[in-house]
C-alpha cells in the first residue's frame, strides 16, 4: 500500500459528461501529481500541485482541471468527455526534492462511452 | 526530444536468471534522479528504485540494481534471479533539478518471466 488514496478505482460515464476523480496524497506529502496512462500515449504528466498552488502544467487539456485543497487532497475534473479520454489516470504525491520519489495510486480507470 | 527512451517494448527471461531492462535519459541539467517503477497487471505502479546524479555508487535495493552510466546517459535496471512474480511493465522515470517537477517517464518495458 503506497499510501496515496484515489476514489473511484473504475468509472464508466457517457460522452459529453463530467466527471471528478479524487486523491488522498501520502501523509506529509505536500506534491500532488495527476498523470494519464492510454495505449497510444503511455504515461503522460497532466499537472502538478504544491501545498495547494499549481507547480507544473504538462499535457492537459483544456476540458481537464485539478485543483488542491487546503487538507491536501486534489480533485481532476474531466468535462465534455470524449472516447479518446478513456484512460487510467494516476494520482502521485512526493515531498519535496529530486531525490524524493512519488508514490502512486491504483489509479482510476475511466471508460467513456 | 524525448526525456526518457526504452527501446526494449518485450523481454523474455527464464526464472532464477539475471535481466538488464535498458534506459537512457536526456538532460541538460546536472541535477536530476533517475527512478524505475514496476507496473503488474492488477495496474499499480510500484516504487522500485533511485539513483541520483551525483551518487558516486550504483543504487542498489534487493534484487534490484542501477548500472548508472552517467557519460552515456544510461540508467539500466538489473533484475538478478528473477521470479514469476516479476512479470510486469517497468518504467524508467526522471526529475530534473533540485526540486523538480514532474516526472519523465519512458514507454516501458514488458517483462515475461518463463519458468
Known amino acids: 500500500d503506497s499510501g496515496v488514496t484515489q476514489t473511484p478505482k473504475h468509472l464508466i460515464t457517457a460522452t459529453g459528461q463530467r466527471v471528478t476523480l479524487r486523491c488522498s496524497p501520502r501523509s506529509g506529502d505536500l506534491s500532488v501529481y495527476w498523470y494519464q496512462q492510454s495505449l497510444d500515449q503511455g504515461l503522460q504528466f497532466l499537472i502538478q500541485y504544491y501545498n495547494g498552488e499549481e507547480r507544473a502544467k504538462g499535457n492537459i487539456l483544456e476540458r481537464f482541471s485539478a485543483q488542491q485543497f487546503p487538507d491536501l487532497h486534489s480533485e481532476l475534473n474531466l468535462s465534455s468527455l470524449e472516447l479518446g479520454d478513456s484512460a487510467l489516470y494516476f494520482c502521485a504525491s512526493s515531498d519535496w526534492g529530486r531525490e524524493a520519489e512519488a508514490f502512486f495510486g491504483q489509479g482510476t480507470r475511466l471508460t467513456v462511452v | 526530444a524525448q526525456k526518457i527512451t526504452q527501446t526494449q517494448p518485450g523481454m523474455f527471461v527464464q526464472e532464477k536468471e539475471a535481466v538488464t531492462l535498458d534506459c537512457t535519459y536526456d538532460t541538460s541539467d546536472p541535477s536530476y534522479g533517475l527512478f524505475w517503477y514496476k507496473q503488474p497487471s492488477s495496474g499499480e505502479m510500484i516504487f522500485l528504485i533511485y539513483q541520483g546524479s551525483y551518487d558516486q555508487q550504483n543504487a542498489t535495493e534487493g534484487r534490484y540494481s542501477l548500472n548508472f552510466q552517467k557519460a552515456r546517459k544510461s540508467a539500466n535496471l538489473v533484475i538478478s534471479a528473477s521470479q514469476l512474480g516479476d512479470s510486469a511493465m517497468y518504467f524508467c522515470?526522471?526529475?530534473?533539478?533540485?526540486?523538480?517537477?514532474?516526472?519523465?517517464f519512458g514507454t516501458g518495458t514488458s517483462l515475461t518471466v518463463i519458468p
Open positions: 522515470a526522471m526529475r530534473e533539478g533540485y526540486t523538480g517537477n514532474q516526472f519523465y
